[in-house]
Nanobody, 124 residues
Framework: EVQLVESGGGLVQAGGSLRLSCAASGFTFDDYIIGWFRQAPGKEREGVSCISSSDGSTYYADSVKGRFTISSDNAKNTVYLQMNSLKPEDTAVYYC?????????????????WGQGTQVTVSS
């Protein structure tokens, strides 16, 4: 059974940091792209970042470039999202997801497996 379990969300003041974790199980980690998405109330789900577990290549949305860092610990089948310099507009439910294949993508429809999400709230 494929499972993605996020953790690490919470409430933080603007300018603060959080690190999200996504623990994956039930599939061959190296065959997938792992992505982080977020969805704020009333808005569409948007791709934030993704990483190829096989070669470590990464992608970041412009809105988070320079502030967020995605990384992968293949031994633990876990992907992290380090979020620094957080802004109130980063407030959302953050989801990790897995897409089979080797090309980086943040297209929601290309992701077959999703976690349950973790809330990130940034206060001003």
């Amino acid at each position: 059974e494929v499972q993605l379990v996020e953790s690490g969300g919470g409430l933080v003041q603007a300018g603060g940091s959080l690190r999200l974790s996504c623990a994956a199980s039930g599939f061959t980690f190296d065959d997938y792209i792992i992505g982080w998405f977020r969805q704020a109330p009333g808005k569409e789900r948007e791709g934030v970042s993704c990483i190829s577990s096989s070669d470590g290549s990464t992608y970041y949305a412009d809105s988070v470039k320079g502030r967020f860092t995605i990384s992968s610990d293949n031994a633990k089948n876990t992907v992290y999202l380090q979020m620094n310099s957080l802004k109130p507009e980063d407030t959302a439910v953050y989801y990790c997801a897995a897409a089979i294949g080797l090309h980086l993508t943040v297209v929601v429809a290309e992701y077959a497996y999703w976690g349950q999400g973790t809330q990130v709230t940034v206060s001003s």
